[in-house]
């Protein structure tokens, strides 16, 4: 039997300058951008929303446009967590621009139990490949693309 994959969300949160958000993962030396599952009864967007809360902090009034991008990235886990053996293969991503109206103080990694992310940085998109873990970069390539051709027409 082949187990399903995990519907996940995960989000280019951008500032002023266009610059991504990256975050170190909690306990490791990774990085990566905010990301979570979905909650099938509802919109997708309403798990962007919820994400960034529970991961950043970021309450509605710190968000502004958010767009669905074209790209999706399907993947096996190398090593399942343990608390979805026998659920999920890997994930399903879809990828999501999230405009940061914000100031970075409203960015709080301390709210979500376990914390996500130890520490934060606004990474030009063209360096977010270099600075991301190895392992997601396949993964990245297509909807940093989509952004930066979305923020060449502006």
Known sequence: ????????????????????????????????????????????????????QEELGLLPQHLGQITQLEATHRYEFQRTPPRWQGRWAGQEQTFWAVEFRGIDQNIDLTGHHPQEFSRWEWCPPEQVLQRVEPIRRPGYERPLSEFLQKIARL
């Open 1 to 52: 039997m082949s187990l399903p994959f995990r519907p996940n969300v995960c989000m280019l949160v951008y500032n002023s300058h266009y610059h991504l958000w990256i975050g170190e993962r909690f306990g490791a030396t990774t990085w990566q951008f905010p990301q979570g599952g979905v909650n099938k009864k509802k919109p997708l967007l309403d798990s962007v929303v919820r994400e960034l």
